[in-house]
Nanobody, 123 residues
Framework: QVQLVESGGGLVQAGDSLRLSCATSDPTFSDYAMGWFRQAPGKERTFLAAISWNGGITEYADSVKDRFSISRDNAKNTLYLQMNGLEFEDTAVYFC????????????????WGQGTQVTVSS
């Protein structure tokens, strides 16, 4: 069981930037593709971005590809999501996830989930 802990969420204004982190103490972190999802109130959890085990492949949802950037630091067992130009519609709980392949994460095939961090964007 890989335990993932997100941080960095909060209340920001429209147009602001925010960087989310997802950390684990599990030494197998670099074995996994990692991804970010979000769930707005009353809506389903949706895919945002994924990154391969070595960072060589990244994939994004069309809705965020021009504003969000995923990255990872395997030496620190940490995943990041840089979010720029935040909009009210970005308000959601953001989850990190681990999986076998980045393309599998994009299809929703997740091995482990974090507990989520709230991002609230005021208009």
């Amino acid at each position: 069981q890989v335990q993932l802990v997100e941080s960095g969420g909060g209340l920001v204004q429209a147009g602001d930037s925010l960087r989310l982190s997802c950390a684990t103490s599990d030494p197998t972190f670099s074995d996994y593709a990692m991804g970010w999802f979000r769930q707005a109130p009353g809506k389903e959890r949706t895919f945002l971005a994924a990154i391969s085990w070595n960072g060589g492949i990244t994939e994004y949802a069309d809705s965020v590809k021009d504003r969000f950037s995923i990255s990872r630091d395997n030496a620190k067992n940490t995943l990041y999501l840089q979010m720029n130009g935040l909009e009210f519609e970005d308000t959601a709980v953001y989850f990190c996830a681990a999986g076998r392949m980045s393309w599998e994460l994009k299809s929703g095939k997740v091995s482990y989930w974090g507990q989520g961090t709230q991002v609230t964007v005021s208009s």
